[in-house]
DNA sequence: TCTGATCGCGCG
DNA sequence: AAAGCGCGCGATCAGA
């Protein structure tokens, strides 16, 4: 059932242990210790009998198994679950979470970090590795506790899927970094030249932004400015006669004066030369691939986070360099709305269902209530989710709610009770942390002017519920996406000869698949087929979809 | 000279 | 000063 890989009970000798556990955590068999270097080859061995995985981290052992060629199905990550069980209003009357919402160093897990650290060297030269951290009986009882937890909770089910889903994302993110994202270094820097002109020496500003900079001296007058300071930029300005509060893109755009042109083209040439130019080349890419670090439960909401190059927000500009192999082409798949459909699905909104039959969601909602401009549509649906006050999306509110007062009460419910100081729960059982210390200090006060703080503060924590149910389940969603995808992926692989279709990418709600050119029909259904499965384990049989969109590319900017 | 905070902007 | 949600990162700024 389970097998348990930690470090040894006796004398830490750099061996490993490996205790079978059965369905309730209990030792379900003789322990074995193996060494390192013996591991992948055990490991290999025992997955023939399909076991779960159990461990502290994933990042302790997993790249380590992957350098050596072993993959397993299925984990438990004990620190992943923890995290989500210690926090659910669906365990929260368990002992498990009193016990480690007030103790929470009573069973330490080790927070060091992860054995394997640097991503970039360690992924393609990791090594066995000797395990620290607790023992093996500190974490099988650590997993007893969380399968007691489970059984406990009041929706056992969602629970369960969530923790399986997580681990399962867990794999999936070592697996992404061990793989990479397919990258170009030709491509992306013809990208740059064409940009930015020839990689300059040293620190030196590239050419066409030294141009650029040149030009907005003059048109402000300024001779040394340097247009990187935002307050040298904020005096020049002004000395001009430009009126602008901040130096943002968004403020700018809308004043009249020839230095803003030059201006905004220096800026735009700047973030890429910053954020993406040589340097982040030579940090981040090696080998033609890209290979971020992913944070799986690295935003509160589920969400993955990611470190490492700025992986999950690789601007459109240099999409072009993410380029498949010869040979295959990348499948890049986005779930149209998602957040609209989770909304949907949550508030049973079956008016909202009905606009959402046809794959553009907007243009039916702009079809039932705003005179078919889907424009509005969709401003005033993400401003619902967003808890937009002002603009045109809160001037569309009162229409959106006439139309669909399930979908739109159930946004305002979230809200106001993440006012209150309420938990918040996504579909499957990942809950909001409790509010912030700056809420729980002002709601009390009797003080006028207290008491506007104290608005805010319930204000703030209100928008962020809100959006933490729509956001949270679209996350749940996602995660079940990519983890039915992902078991779709390795039977295709069992079934067929020859190079696997790998996932090597994924962003909230859109995954990329680098897929052999023959496999490329077989694969983006799979991709369709996973979308549906996630959608019944989350909602069952809803009369609402989540298509997505699938594009078969060369290259990442012909996608969308 | 170093460190942490802030600004600004990229993504969903 | 507040800001429609969630992030990561590089450059600058402020303070020790």
Same mark, same amino acid.
């Given at each position: 059932m389970y097998v348990l890989l930690s470090a040894p009970d006796e004398a830490p000798t750099g061996a490993l242990a490996l205790t079978p556990l059965d369905a309730q955590g209990n030792p379900a068999g003789p322990a074995r210790t193996v060494t390192p270097a013996n591991l992948a080859a055990v490991v290999r061995e025992l997955e023939t009998k399909n076991?779960?995985?159990?461990?502290?981290?994933?990042?302790?052992?997993?790249?380590?198994? #992957?350098?050596?060629? &072993?993959?397993?199905?299925?984990? $438990?990550? !004990?620190? #992943?679950?923890? /995290?989500? #069980?210690?926090?659910? =209003?669906? @365990?929260?009357?368990?002992?498990? +979470?009193?016990?480690?919402?007030?103790?929470?160093?009573?069973?330490?897990?080790?927070?060091?970090?992860?054995?394997?650290? /640097?991503?970039?060297?360690?992924? !393609?030269?990791?090594?066995? &590795?000797? +395990?620290?951290?607790?023992? +093996?009986?500190? !974490?099988?009882?650590?997993?007893?506790?969380?399968?007691?937890? #489970?059984?406990?909770?009041?929706?056992?089910?969602? %629970?369960?899927?969530?923790? +399986?889903?997580? =681990?399962?994302?867990?794999?999936?993110?070592?697996?992404?970094?061990?793989?990479?994202?397919?990258?170009?270094?030709?491509?992306?820097?013809?990208?740059?030249?064409?940009? %930015?002109?020839?990689?300059?020496?040293?620190?030196?500003?590239?050419?066409?932004?030294?141009? !650029?900079?040149?030009?907005?001296?003059?048109?402000? /007058?300024?001779? =040394?400015? /340097?247009?990187?300071?935002?307050?040298?930029?904020?005096?020049?300005?002004?000395?001009?006669?430009?009126?602008?509060? @901040?130096?943002?893109?968004?403020?700018? &755009?809308? *004043?009249? $004066?020839?230095? *803003?042109?030059?201006?905004?083209?220096?800026?735009?040439?700047?973030?890429?030369?910053?954020?993406?130019?040589?340097?982040?080349?030579? @940090?981040?890419?090696?080998d033609g691939r890209f290979r971020p670090e992913y944070v799986v439960g690295g935003v509160v909401s589920g969400r993955w986070a990611s470190r490492g190059g700025g992986a999950l927000q690789i601007p459109k500009q240099i999409r072009g360099a993410a380029h498949a192999d010869d040979g295959f082409k990348l499948i890049v798949a986005d779930a149209a709305q998602l957040e609209p459909r989770v909304l949907i699905a949550l508030a049973q909104d079956t008016k909202m269902a009905e606009a959402a039959r046809d794959k553009d969601l907007y243009a039916g909602i702009a079809a039932q209530g705003f005179g078919g401009e889907r424009a509005k549509a969709k401003v005033a649906l993400l401003g619902a989710i967003y808890g937009s006050t002002t603009g045109e999306s809160g001037r569309l509110m009162p229409q959106l709610t006439r139309t669909y007062p399930h979908a739109v009460g159930f946004v305002e419910d979230a809200a106001r009770a993440g006012e209150r100081g309420d938990t918040l729960t996504t579909r499957l059982g990942r809950s909001t942390p409790p509010p912030s210390d700056g809420y729980l200090r002002t709601q009390q006060t009797t003080n006028e002017a207290e008491q506007r703080r104290a608005d805010s503060f319930a204000r703030s924590r209100g928008r962020f519920t809100r959006n933490f149910v729509v956001q949270g389940s679209a996350a749940d969603w996602a995660a079940c996406w990519l983890a039915e995808l992902r078991r779709r992926l390795r039977a295709l692989a069992e079934e067929v000869r020859g190079p696997r279709a790998e996932l090597v990418f994924f962003l909230h709600d859109e995954v990329m698949v680098h897929c052999p050119e023959p496999l490329v029909e077989q694969v983006s259904a799979l991709v369709e087929d996973a979308a549906a499965a996630a959608g019944e384990l989350l909602f069952g049989k809803v009369p609402v979809a989540f298509p997505v969109t699938t594009a078969v590319v060369d290259s990442y900017d012909k996608a969308k």
């Open positions: 076991p779960r995985w159990v461990w502290q981290r994933t990042g302790d052992f997993y790249p380590a198994l #992957l350098s050596a060629g &072993v993959s397993v199905e299925r984990c $438990h990550d !004990l620190t #992943l679950c923890r /995290n989500i #069980l210690a926090n659910s =209003s669906f @365990t929260a009357h368990t002992d498990y +979470a009193k016990n480690t919402q007030a103790e929470p160093m009573e069973e330490p897990l080790d927070e060091r970090p992860s054995l394997m650290s /640097n991503p970039l060297q360690d992924s !393609l030269f990791a090594e066995p &590795v000797a +395990a620290k951290g607790p023992p +093996a009986s500190a !974490l099988a009882s650590q997993l007893r506790a969380q399968l007691a937890a #489970l059984r406990q909770a009041t929706e056992p089910g969602r %629970l369960a899927l969530l923790l +399986a889903a997580e =681990s399962a994302g867990s794999l999936i993110a070592v697996e992404m970094q061990h793989a990479g994202l397919p990258w170009r270094t030709d491509l992306h820097e013809a990208i740059l030249q064409e940009h %930015l002109g020839p990689r300059p020496q040293g620190l030196n500003r590239p050419e066409k932004m030294e141009a !650029l900079a040149a030009e907005l001296r003059l048109a402000l /007058n300024a001779p =040394s400015l /340097n247009p990187d300071s935002p307050q040298e930029l904020m005096r020049a300005l002004h000395r001009a006669g430009i009126e602008a509060k @901040t130096t943002r893109q968004w403020e700018l &755009v809308n *004043i009249k $004066h020839p230095a *803003i042109e030059p201006l905004l083209a220096y800026k735009k040439l700047s973030r890429l030369h910053s954020a993406n130019g040589w340097s982040w080349l030579d @940090t981040w890419v090696a």
